[in-house]
């Protein structure tokens, strides 16, 4: 099979002929239709992430068909699935047993301790393939996977606030931004300084306000989302947010935070952080999102450009998500 191979941090990915994957006891094969280009890929390329399993096929947004169904495993032949970042947790530890497996010890992940979905097939253990709508494009789907459901996850910590800051407006924000408008709620996009195209286009998803992220908005927040990962936006998004608010930092990486004065936490303010995510999150999520016509604004690439998806996303170039078609 053709894959997009990645031997060190830092290197350009290589285009390979690799053995096609054959399934494990309970594990299933699928062919991979399309996905999704993440941050977190580039975390991994960049060498941000520790210790990688290396060569290492990237990818944690992938959607597919069940090709091949190793013993055990409960999926069928043909049945569409969704790989997503969490690939295997161990069951046994406390965290597992509490029901909070995305803080799992042992835990693998899919393009980073596990082969991933830039590739034309993918292993999957069948118990972490969360079912997918068989009808809907596969690049629509894809970005769900981890885009909507980290943003998912980081807005159930905000509760039921009304006016929420989004910081970093690309493929989990503008995903976020699309649902709090169905709920009624009110988004405020927080882009980089002079990106005018960028804000008009949170604007044209429902955005009540958008502006650069040293601006501040005409309302106090009830919570924020930091997306982008950028330590500094930190305190700026504390300055922001009323008493009793919540601070979501959603990213796997982040910068150094510098050093703030309290008063801008204090009154009861708080600062939670998102690490992974958990099945749970995806089998309330997904069929959610399906339901609404919850979609993303996508930019199409073949797999032999996943080098240039990342560094599009990378420079801001990618309005909504980039998504690898296989």
Known sequence: MRAMVLDQPGDQLREAEVADPRPDAGEVV??????????????????ELPDPVLPLILGHQAVGRVRAVGEGASLEVGQRVGAPWLAWTC?????????????????????????GG???????????????????????????????????RALRMCA????????????????????????????YAFTRDGDDETAAFARSLGAVWAGGSSERPPEELDAAIIFAPAGELVPAALRLIRPGGTLVCAGIHMSDIPSFPYDI?????????????????????LPMATRRGLTPTVTTYPLTDAQRALEDLRTGRVEGSAVLEI
């Open 30 to 47: 699928i062919e991979v239709e399309a996905c999704g280009v993440c941050r977190t890929d580039l975390h991994v390329l960049d060498g």
């Open 91 to 115: 069951g046994e530890c406390e965290r597992c047993r509490e029901g909070r497996e995305n803080l799992c010890a042992r835990a693998l992940f899919h393009g980073y301790t596990r082969d």
């Open 118 to 152: 830039y590739a034309e097939l993918m292993a999957v253990d069948s118990r972490f393939a969360l079912p997918l709508d068989p009808d809907p494009p596969a690049a629509e789907l894809a970005p769900l996977l981890c885009a909507g459901l980290i943003g998912y």
């Open 160 to 187: 039921d606030a009304e006016r929420i800051g989004l910081f970093g407006f690309g493929s989990s924000a503008h995903l976020i931004c699309r649902l709090l408008v169905m709920q009624g709620r009110e988004a």
């Open 265 to 285: 936490l204090w009154e009861e303010r708080s600062i939670r952080s998102v690490a992974n995510l958990t099945r749970r999150d995806g089998l309330e999520f």
